[in-house]
């Protein structure tokens, strides 16, 4: 099952729309800020019971017992839950970066795909993208990158004006010109601004991913081989700031496979008899032709 792909972009009418964007983070973010203010009350519910400032700290007969006694309990549980928030938090984190790496090394393989569909990948080209390539998430881009590259190729082939001579239809230069290495990503985040803005599909994300492969033609075929790292780099800045938290909510890259080839269901008790019932029955069949056969040629020789 493919991606719905919407109306392919008018680059030409791209406009920043910076608000939207800081709304959108703030929005998503606010998981990492709640998490952040539990741990400051839960300090502050340790300190507080630890200086004997709150209520019911001052001397109490009746109950000073079950203050020292409840105390030292008190401090382990907010100690042990602390530390799995913060080893949570971490490995959060570190999904987080890996998501991101994982799309530089997503988009270096689709750059040089790009690239040698177009004609215009050499030597110099394979040398400066064979370092982008993360060994640590090469399982996931190898999964993730055929469907990457089949959906890419097909809205390329679908509507070619529109992914083809990116910098023309962007930059005020003449000829589209890219004067220097932050024109191309500033105009892919111009570009990733006004797609994402209403919502994201993984549509649009192959989308991105083609509009930078035909960035990636224009800097080759202007001799600006340097610039292909500040591209990737820009993408992972999207990525970042846009796409991020959209998908780890939604499997990481793994999730485009899933969406573009589900997986197919296991089978059940009932299908896994009716296969048994199936094979028996061949079987069956099989045996009595070949009892039959044996019958009838001994019959003839002796």
């Not at 400066?128 to 809205?155: C, K, Q, T, W």
């Not at 509507?159 to 500033?186: C, K, W």
Request: one cysteine or more; aromatic letters at 8%; glycine letters at 10%.
């Amino acid at each position: 099952m493919a991606p719905t792909t919407s109306p392919p972009p008018k680059l030409a009418k791209f406009k920043s729309s910076s608000l939207d964007h800081e709304i959108y983070t703030a929005n998503r973010r606010s998981t990492i800020a709640t998490a952040s203010s539990d741990w400051k009350a839960l300090r502050g519910g340790v300190g507080g019971g630890a200086g004997g400032g709150g209520p019911g700290s001052g001397p109490n007969p009746s109950n000073g017992r079950s203050l020292h006694a409840g105390g030292p309990m008190t401090r382990a549980a907010s100690t042990s839950s602390l530390a799995s928030s913060t080893r949570t938090m971490t490995n959060y984190q570190e999904y987080k970066m890996d998501i991101i790496n994982q799309g530089k090394c997503l988009c270096g393989q689709y750059i040089r795909a790009r690239l040698r569909r177009a004609g215009v990948l050499n030597r110099k080209v394979t040398q400066r993208l064979r370092n982008i390539l993360d060994p640590g998430s090469s399982h996931v881009v190898y999964e993730v990158f055929p469907a990457l590259n089949s959906m890419g190729e097909e809205l390329e082939r679908m509507h070619p004006r529109v992914y083809t001579n990116i910098s023309r239809q962007l930059s005020r230069a003449p000829f589209g010109e890219l004067e220097d290495s932050d024109m191309a990503p500033m105009l892919l985040n111009l570009v990733a601004k006004d797609l994402f803005r209403s919502s994201i599909t993984w549509g649009k994300i192959i989308s991105i991913f083609a509009v930078c492969g035909g960035f990636a033609i224009d800097c080759v075929r202007q001799g600006h081989f340097d610039y292909l790292q500040c591209l990737i780099d820009g993408l992972a800045e999207i990525i970042e700031d846009d796409l991020v938290y959209w998908l780890i909510d939604n499997g990481g890259w793994l999730g485009l496979s899933r969406h573009i080839r589900p997986r197919v269901g296991e089978f059940t008790f009932l299908g896994w008899l009716t296969l048994f019932v199936t094979i028996s029955a061949g079987a069956y069949m099989v045996s009595n032709v070949c009892r039959r056969i044996g019958g009838q040629m001994y019959s003839l020789l002796f």
